[in-house]
């Protein structure tokens, strides 16, 4: 994976979860709309795991398109998206690209965890609701025993304002309450800010 600290280099954007269904592919879909629309940057998706939504959002949005090109991608609002990527193809793909280059990895694992480190911003997603908080703490733990205390930032869909003070108070680390946005290709301006945070 190419990934240098110029102006002018790719900034690659790793998102993984937890669990699966943490919103990962959701999340993705937004903050590569987000740059598209509102900062005018080149993006590209690519879905790095075996879930197969990039596959159904191609035949959802785009039934009309038949042609299958090299490397399974598509189009949707100028963004590009890229399903069945194995790590092989990254090289290729990011010559390709410009800008920015979002990997969906889905639910966290051992063989994408190299991967996702080497990304110059690195989201974790998950949820500090009562039934599932152990798994997201555990992976902070994890990382922050690694020396990536501060290097990557939280997401949750499911967090008050309190309890985002008392995780930064115990981890010191970032974590960001998701709000609600139904549609990742239509993103309301009040969610702007939690965005621009996540870059």
């Known amino acids: 994976m190419r990934i240098e600290n110029e102006d002018t280099a790719i900034k690659t954007i790793g998102i993984t979860g937890v669990q699966k269904g943490a919103g990962v592919?959701?999340?993705?879909?937004?903050?590569?709309?987000?740059?598209?629309?509102?900062?005018?940057k080149n993006v590209t998706i690519i879905e790095m795991n075996q879930s197969g939504a990039f596959k159904e959002l191609k035949e959802y949005y785009l039934?009309?398109?038949?042609?299958?090109?090299?490397?399974?991608?598509?189009?949707?609002?100028?963004?590009?998206?890229?399903y069945k990527v194995e790590k092989e193809m990254l090289g290729?793909?990011?010559?390709?690209?410009?800008?920015?280059?979002?990997?969906?990895?889905g639910e966290i694992n051992e063989e994408c965890t190299k991967e996702f480190l080497k990304c110059n911003i690195k989201i974790v997603v998950g949820n500090l609701n009562p039934w599932n908080r152990t798994k997201l703490i555990s992976y902070m733990e994890f990382f922050i025993s690694r020396d990536y205390l501060g290097k990557i930032k939280y997401v949750s869909r499911f967090i008050t304002k309190d309890e985002i003070r008392h995780i930064k108070n115990i981890y010191k680390t970032n974590i960001y309450a998701q709000p609600f946005e139904p549609d990742p290709f239509?993103?309301?301006?009040?969610?702007?800010?939690?965005l621009e945070n996540l870059l």
């Open 25 to 40: 592919t959701h999340l993705s879909i937004m903050l590569g709309n987000y740059i598209r629309a509102k900062l005018n």
């Open 63 to 82: 039934a009309k398109h038949k042609h299958e090109q090299e490397y399974d991608t598509f189009s949707i609002s100028e963004v590009t998206y890229y």
């Open 92 to 105: 290729m793909i990011f010559n390709l690209c410009r800008d920015y280059v979002i990997i969906d990895f």
């Open 186 to 194: 239509l993103i309301h301006g009040c969610n702007f800010e939690f």
